[in-house]
């Protein structure tokens, strides 16, 4: 069983496609959720961080993609923090809170959870910089590291087309029905500071599924879903909307006051810095 891409048309036809979704498989596709002009705003203003960050002009021509790509490895060759500050500023942005509370996201959101959802305060956009392992998220499942209702949503949204070749996910079908998976400091093919799922237990994932999408396509999934992102090995930043719903009428949620436990382990993790290589 592969998690579905759902058309919008069919959805609106029977809003019960997404929940079972959701429930057997660990999450659907909508191709073509987001507008273009909406991914092409986050671009802009992507491009326009780098410049704020910057006194050397950032490049005007290509796709608004290329540009955001090329301003990100620019900073990022001028200071060793400035892909992190760009991530930072993003994350803050008014932008990103219109396009999380974007009409088409919430219906989606609110057929699977409840009219009741709070929003991860974190609104990322993933910048996955060529070859850059260290900052892979590699098997893991979102409940690790964010705890919440396990019914957690994580919205994953590209802003250029994803797939095998710049990092796109890979992910387990079905496997969120097993609960949560030790994680521990295993590493794969390349260092990652994530602490990731044991590879015996990842070698039973079978079938995985490559995700391949094009920007404003909306990968919608399970918090309990096992999924890795590998690495980028092309020469462009992958850019990817990264957000996380919660359902506030989850009994345990509500019953804490929609309030999250402290997350040592994981964020102990998060915060590694690599091992300089002499
Ligand atoms: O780097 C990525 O594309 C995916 C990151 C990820 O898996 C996550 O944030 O849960």
Redesign the pocket.
């Known amino acids: 069983m592969m998690l579905p891409n759902l058309t919008l048309d069919a959805v609106a036809a029977d809003p019960n496609l997404l929940r079972e979704a959701y429930r057997e498989a660990g999450g659907f596709i909508i191709p073509q959720l987001l507008p273009s002009e909406e991914v092409q705003r986050v671009l802009e203003t992507i491009v326009m961080t780098a410049q704020l960050l910057s006194d050397v002009a950032m490049p005007s021509a290509g796709t608004w993609a290329e540009r955001a790509s090329r301003a990100v490895q620019a900073i990022q060759a001028q200071r060793t923090d400035g892909q992190g500050l760009i991530y930072e500023a993003i994350a803050q942005t008014p932008l990103l809170h219109q396009i999380a509370s974007h009409a088409s996201i919430m219906s989606v959101i609110q057929t699977i959870l409840s009219p009741h959802v709070l929003l991860h305060q974190r609104l990322?956009v993933?910048m996955?910089l060529p070859e850059d392992g260290w900052?892979?998220?590699r098997w893991?499942q979102?409940y690790y590291?964010n705890a919440g209702p396990e019914t957690t949503c994580?919205l994953?949204l590209p802003l250029q087309p994803v797939h095998q070749q710049n990092?796109?996910?890979l992910l387990a079908p079905g496997r969120h029905r097993e609960g949560l998976f030790d994680h521990q400091s295993h590493q794969y093919d390349v260092p990652t500071k994530w602490n990731t799922i044991d590879p015996d237990i990842v070698a039973t994932f079978d079938p995985l599924q490559q995700i391949e999408l094009a920007a404003g396509d909306a990968l919608f999934f399970h918090s309990l879903l096992p999924?890795?992102?590998q690495l980028n090995r092309t020469s462009d930043v992958?850019f990817?909307i990264?957000l996380r719903y919660r359902d506030m009428l989850d009994s345990t949620y509500r019953e804490t006051g929609w309030k999250i436990p402290e997350l040592t382990a994981a964020r102990q993790a998060l915060a590694r810095k690599p091992i300089a290589v002499a």
């Open positions: 990322l993933l996955s900052h892979l998220g893991h979102d590291y994580t994953y990092g796109g996910l999924h890795a992102a992958r990817v990264n």
